[in-house]
């Protein structure tokens, strides 16, 4: 009796083990890596070098635990005039078009166009030379940047718009804003009044900044551009673009708001794209007279000269929109978290390439 007690005991101890470790065994679930969809780090790879370095990376970056993220805006081939298509070929990274190392180690990209299933923030101010000369083309301009402000926030962009009114100092604007605002501010006047007086909930903040944040000899595009750098409400993951309009030199002594100092405090985190209404050899330009598309050479951005009526002027026609319209979304997985590191882009083409380096905390 007492062996088929034991027997019994034994056999239940054996089914209650199994019960046991088989429930533990069924109840783990793998855990899925967030970050499968990102390729590994190549090795043996050799970014190629830019020799052309016609082309500037303009990027932000919007960390997300280990997973980077960068929102990189597109680029206009100089020699085509078509904006660059970027690959990241994962089977073969050195036939790639688009390199990101960190701290010196190359990167396994995921590229992702904007689509309006990858949507991607943009805040895009457009600088406006409200001086008399302009009144020529004054209406066809706001007309123009109406149809733009709609146009991309139908596209794959989240878009905010800001204005920026100048002569020799900010005589107007409006912070960032939807296209619809944007509208109403541009039709309140006609003329060289559509952007001049400030709008919006912070429009008395925006006069008082104003007027005590520079004055040029003359029409001054750059100290306009800096005026909203320094002032607008930017988001951090967004792009930074300015779209300058005016048809005089930039206007400075020299050394105070000229086309250095807006390279050196907007290169590399902003873009600045320049409409030029006027005969580009119409003046004497020198160190104080300066061109104001050079704004747009050092920051990557592009230009072009319209008639002195900007007649036809259509700014969805511009290389801007295509740069806007082909931004892309680079994501990577940071080697570590927790300190600042050196991440250089390098767009290597046939016909385009360029560098550019940030120190960036993740």
């Known amino acids: 009796m007492k062996k088929i007690t034991y027997i019994i005991l034994l056999m239940a101890l054996s089914i209650f083990l199994m019960f046991l470790y088989g429930g533990c065994d069924e109840a783990v679930t793998p855990v899925e890596d967030p970050n499968s969809d990102i390729p590994a780090d190549p090795s043996g790879i050799v970014v190629p070098t830019p020799t052309k370095n016609n082309v500037q990376p303009t990027a932000t970056f919007s960390p997300q635990g280990s997973r980077i993220k960068i929102n990189l805006q597109g680029l206009i081939d100089p020699t085509t005039n078509q904006p660059l298509v970027l690959k990241y070929d994962a089977n073969n990274p050195q036939n790639s078009n688009i390199f990101v190392d960190e701290d010196g180690k190359v990167k396994g990209l995921k590229v992702t166009k904007v689509s309006s299933g990858n949507i991607l923030k943009a805040d895009i101010v457009f600088v406006v030379d409200n001086s008399g000369s302009m009144g020529e083309e004054s209406d066809s301009v706001a007309a123009s940047i109406i149809e733009f402000a709609n146009f ?65 000899p003359g029409e001054n595009g750059v100290l306009a551009a800096i005026f909203a750098d320094s002032v607008f409400n930017w988001r951090s993951d967004a792009q930074r673009v300015f779209i300058n309009f005016t048809d005089e030199p930039t206007q400075s002594d020299g050394s105070m708001w000229n086309n250095a100092m807006g390279c050196n405090l907007l290169g590399g985190k902003a ?21 104001p598309w050079y704004l747009s050479l050092c920051t990557g951005g592009t230009y072009l000269f319209i008639p002195s009526d900007a007649t036809g002027l259509d700014l969805k026609n511009l290389p801007v929109a295509g740069a806007l319209s082909n931004s892309y979304l680079v994501e990577y997985i940071a080697g570590s978290t927790g300190i600042t590191h050196t991440v250089k882009l390098t767009i290597f083409t046939s016909t385009a390439d360029g560098s550019r380096s940030y120190e960036v905390s993740y």
């Open 152 to 216: 991309l926030q139908a596209s794959g962009l989240d878009a905010k718009f800001g204005i920026v009114g100048y002569s020799s100092s900010v005589r107007g604007g409006i912070n960032f804003t939807d296209a619809q605002s944007i509208s109403a501010y541009l039709n309140r006047d006609s003329g060289t009044g559509r952007t001049r007086g400030f709008a919006g909930t912070d429009s008395a903040s925006l006069f008082t900044r104003a007027s005590t944040f520079g004055n040029t």
């Open 271 to 291: 873009t600045v794209h320049t409409v030029f209404s006027n005969d580009s050899t119409a003046y004497s330009w020198s160190s104080i007279d300066e061109r």
